[in-house]
């Protein structure tokens, strides 16, 4: 027996039919204090298409507002009406957005604005799977999260993050300082790396660059300074370059990189003073 959220059986009774949801999803801490929820309108052509059932919205959802209509749908990164930017986050239960085979807009008095959430079990839109973590743009969803005041909770070890995406200018979350070469983890998103000592360090980028992923890489020392990656970075005059260098004689000290993940590319901002070389190969 199930229980649906729209009233196309209010006359009917208690009957046998197909199950809309089988599980509660708990995404959020019950009742911190952080946690803050506010009523919006779902729009009756929202899809969770990731769901056996497409015009059941399960919680946990990820919704945007769309800017024309000031109704929310399901987050898409690719729309351009207002629905790529997080605006909250659909909480229990579920809610069908069908009557009778008609979309119908529904009126939800707790959708999640802000709090702490487990990333594990967050819902991405076309998804059939909880969490957001390996997701081709989950550093995107962690910067949306984190301009909206959603903290994550979790082993960031295990799961994927030391620090959110953060797009705000050298808005690091944390920064290790390395004399020797380093390959770069993509978890460690918005480190400020620094390369130190004279006898030069080589950073190896992650062979994919996940959508929003960013790191600073700045050369305190007197040795050579490289980023490297597989073919894949694009900068100055190159958009298939292997590697940047600050390596030319007295001209390495202070140089630094700026790296973003666009979903297939890093993106190179070089940040040189003006007698320093950069050598692109």
Not at 182 to 203: L, P, Q, R
Request: aromatic letters at 10%; proline letters at 3%.
């Amino acid at each position: 027996m199930s229980i649906s959220n729209s009233y196309e059986l209010f006359q009917s009774g208690p009957q046998i039919n197909t199950v809309v949801e089988t599980a509660e999803n708990t995404f959020y801490f019950y009742q911190h204090p952080l946690n803050v929820f506010q009523g919006a309108l779902l729009d009756g052509a929202a899809r969770d298409s990731g769901n056996t059932t497409a015009d059941v919205l399960r919680p946990g959802l990820l919704l945007g507002k769309v800017y024309s209509t000031g109704k929310l749908k399901e987050w898409n990164p690719d729309a351009t009406d207002g629905s790529q930017y997080i605006f909250g986050i659909l909480d229990n239960p579920g809610v069908k957005m069908q009557a009778n085979g008609t979309n119908k807009d529904r009126f939800r008095g707790t959708i999640m604005v802000r709090g702490q959430v487990n990333p594990t079990r967050l819902l991405i839109g076309g998804n059939a799977s909880y969490g957001i973590s390996g997701n081709a743009n989950e550093y995107l969803i962690r910067a949306q999260l984190d301009k909206l005041g959603f903290l994550l909770q979790e082993d960031a070890g295990a799961s994927s993050l030391l620090g959110t995406a953060d797009f705000r200018p050298f808005g690091m979350t944390s920064i290790f300082s390395k004399s020797g070469n380093y390959t770069v983890k993509v978890y460690e998103s918005g480190t400020m790396f620094t390369a130190t000592g004279a006898g030069g360090v080589i950073f190896t980028l992650p062979a994919a660059a996940p959508k929003g992923a960013h790191f600073y890489f700045y050369n305190a020392g007197t040795g050579d300074m490289t980023v490297t990656g597989s073919g894949n970075l694009v900068t100055v005059n190159n958009a298939a370059a292997t590697s940047v260098a600050y390596s030319t004689t007295n001209e390495k000290t202070g140089g630094a990189f700026h790296v973003v993940g666009d979903g297939s590319s890093w993106l190179v901002s070089i940040i040189a003073q003006e007698t320093q070389t950069v050598t692109v190969a």
